[in-house]
């Protein structure tokens, strides 16, 4: 399964942003896919995630109301959706996957597979 993020940019305080995260080489449907960041000199966090079957999403406390997360089945892409970003929202954003389960999971080490991340900058 291979991803690939994209999206990111350098943007202002308040704006928006839309990731992308295309996903090939396996049956989409069947896997969780999460989106993680990591900013310099901190640990990856997760951001958010969304089940395989697109019922159950989670955020992290810091971005829930302003990011939203969904699935397009028939594109194969997840996306995150940013709004209202934060200089703290600056980190590469990353998306991960992992087979399907009933819930999201926010541990990193339960996603096998992950894309190369996408830069998110944002100026205050």
């Known amino acids: 399964v291979q991803l690939q993020a994209s999206g990111g940019g350098l943007v202002q305080a308040g704006a928006s942003l839309r990731l992308s995260c295309a996903v090939s080489g396996g049956t989409f449907s069947y896997y969780n896919v999460g989106w993680f960041r990591q900013a310099p000199g901190n640990e990856r966090e997760f951001v958010s995630g969304?089940?395989?079957?697109?019922?159950?999403?989670r955020y992290r406390d810091s971005v829930r109301g302003r990011f939203t997360i969904s699935r397009d089945d028939a594109k194969n892409v997840v996306y995150l959706q940013m709004n209202y970003l934060k200089s703290e929202d600056t980190a590469v954003y990353y998306c991960?996957?992992?087979?399907?389960?009933?819930?999201?999971?926010?541990?990193?080490?339960?996603?096998?597979?992950w894309g190369q991340g996408t830069q998110v900058t944002v100026s205050s």
């Open positions: 991960a996957a992992t087979r399907g389960t009933v819930a999201v999971s926010s541990i990193i080490s339960v996603y096998a597979y």
């Open positions: 969304v089940t395989s079957s697109g019922g159950s999403t």
